[in-house]
């Protein structure tokens, strides 16, 4: 019998992400005409064990095409899918799974998983006429309760994201949440500041490309920026090596010199030093958990970050747990395929004291998703990239919505037990 609940309708399609590339977006709609829909991003900088990203190959787009992914949704996944109750979405998402069969999604591909996994979280919520940050909390089996994250904020760019000499990918000011207004002003304050110093154009991810191939330069002009601003004090700085990009045949090649894990520990410790660095993310390539661990031990009060190393699998965290190689991950739901196979690596992460930092990919959407799942599951932060260029807006401005209604809430409550 159908119900407002049921899924009568699922239908995918082509769209573009940010960098002109082709992906998919896939609307699903219920018995009593309830629609909703999601896109799914793709990374340039990609972890080896990462679930498979379907592309097509051949001429079109360059190989990058998704007709088969889309194919697989109207053709394989839908047919199974319609009928069931939104609400399911661990049966949903777990029917997925078996129907794909594999280990890293490779048959049915985890964009056209993912895509459907994340609008049927979404349709559920929007009949039962919840926030989807309160929806994804009360199925997703945490502890954790509802809660703002740390800004994450990519304002240099290097790496696989531009194509500078810059080895580093991503250098970062984290800013505190607590008066969200005054956040946002200080993100404008230091990105104009920066615009003003640095001339390079922009990367992927929005943050500025620096002319060097000096890793302590962005450091420097953001430590002087942060002063200068007056800001030294409520901002700290982190970075997103993705160490794998420059490592090859045993060695990590730094400023046009070969060096090795021990050499680059040094180059870490150093720029802590001098940097009062937060965190560091992915410091060696994406299999040595053992370099990771000795950079656990040697610098405790700076959060050492898996992301290649652990790609939002449960099974390769467990890795890194046994290793103590981490005590910080990244969460990125593409990387894996199904939203409950995210909420089951973050509740493993979470009852092991790692801290979930729930991350955007460099070729993204206007999908504004990962804003409502950081809150959703208390994250430590988020990472949207820069505060400019507008698939990231799409989820600054969710997130001043979201802290908006979480205020009001809170008002709310407070009037009323006052009142009472």
């Known amino acids: 019998m159908e119900t407002k609940y049921t899924i009568k309708k699922i239908l995918s399609r082509e769209i573009f992400d940010s960098r002109g590339n082709p992906t998919i977006e896939t609307i699903i709609t219920t018995a009593n005409g309830v629609s909703a829909h999601s896109s799914v991003p793709s990374g340039a900088s990609t972890g080896s064990h990462e679930a498979i990203e379907l592309r097509d190959g051949g001429n079109r787009f360059s190989g990058l095409g998704i007709f088969g992914a889309i194919k697989n949704i109207n053709e394989i996944i839908a047919p199974i899918i319609i009928g069931k109750d939104v609400r399911s979405q661990n049966e949903i998402d777990q029917i997925m799974l078996k129907l794909d069969g594999t280990e890293n999604k490779s048959r049915l591909g985890a964009n056209a998983i993912l895509s459907v996994s994340l609008a049927v979280a979404r349709l559920a919520a929007k009949i039962e006429e919840k926030e989807l940050y309160e929806y994804l909390n009360s199925i997703s089996n945490l502890n954790k309760s509802i809660a703002m994250p740390k800004l994450y904020v990519n304002l240099i760019n290097?790496?696989?994201?531009?194509?500078?000499?810059?080895?580093?990918?991503?250098?970062?000011?984290?800013?505190?949440?607590?008066?969200?207004?005054?956040?946002?002003?200080?993100?404008?304050?230091?990105?104009?500041?920066?615009?003003?110093?640095?001339?390079?154009?922009?990367?992927?991810?929005?943050?500025?490309?620096?002319?060097?191939?000096?890793?302590?330069?962005?450091?420097?002009?953001?430590?002087?920026?942060?002063?200068?601003?007056?800001?030294?004090?409520?901002?700290?700085?982190?970075?997103?090596?993705?160490?794998?990009?420059?490592?090859?045949?045993?060695?990590?090649?730094?400023?046009?010199?070969?060096?090795?894990?021990?050499?680059?520990?040094?180059?870490?410790?150093?720029?802590?030093?001098?940097?009062?660095?937060?965190?560091?993310?992915?410091?060696?390539?994406?299999?040595?958990?053992?370099?990771?661990?000795?950079?656990?031990?040697?610098?405790?009060?700076?959060?050492?970050?898996?992301?290649?190393?652990?790609?939002?699998?449960?099974?390769?965290?467990?890795?890194?747990?046994?290793?103590?190689?981490?005590?910080?991950?990244?969460?990125?739901?593409?990387?894996?395929?199904?939203l409950t196979e995210v909420f089951e690596t973050v509740k493993l992460a979470q009852e092991n004291n790692i801290k979930c930092i729930v991350s955007h990919r460099s070729g993204e959407t206007n999908d504004d998703f990962i804003a409502d799942l950081a809150v959703s599951i208390g994250a430590y932060g988020i990472k949207l990239g820069a505060m400019q260029r507008g698939e990231r807006i799409a989820k600054y401005n969710r997130l001043k919505e979201i802290n908006s209604n979480l205020q009001n809430s809170l008002k709310h409550n407070f009037l009323k037990g006052f009142r009472g």
């Open 158 to 338: 290097g790496g696989k994201h531009t194509k500078s000499k810059l080895a580093f990918q991503e250098y970062m000011a984290v800013f505190e949440n607590s008066e969200q207004d005054e956040i946002f002003e200080n993100i404008f304050k230091v990105q104009k500041e920066l615009r003003e110093q640095i001339s390079g154009g922009l990367g992927d991810e929005g943050g500025f490309i620096m002319n060097t191939e000096n890793i302590e330069a962005p450091l420097l002009i953001l430590k002087n920026t942060l002063i200068k601003l007056d800001l030294q004090d409520k901002v700290k700085l982190a970075m997103d090596v993705a160490a794998s990009s420059f490592y090859k045949d045993n060695k990590y090649l730094l400023q046009e010199k070969e060096i090795d894990s021990k050499e680059l520990l040094e180059v870490y410790k150093n720029l802590v030093n001098t940097y009062d660095i937060l965190s560091i993310e992915d410091p060696f390539e994406e299999n040595n958990f053992i370099s990771f661990s000795n950079i656990t031990k040697e610098l405790k009060d700076t959060l050492i970050i898996g992301d290649d190393l652990t790609v939002t699998n449960k099974n390769l965290l467990a890795k890194a747990i046994e290793n103590k190689s981490i005590t910080g991950i990244i969460i990125k739901p593409n990387q894996i395929g199904t």
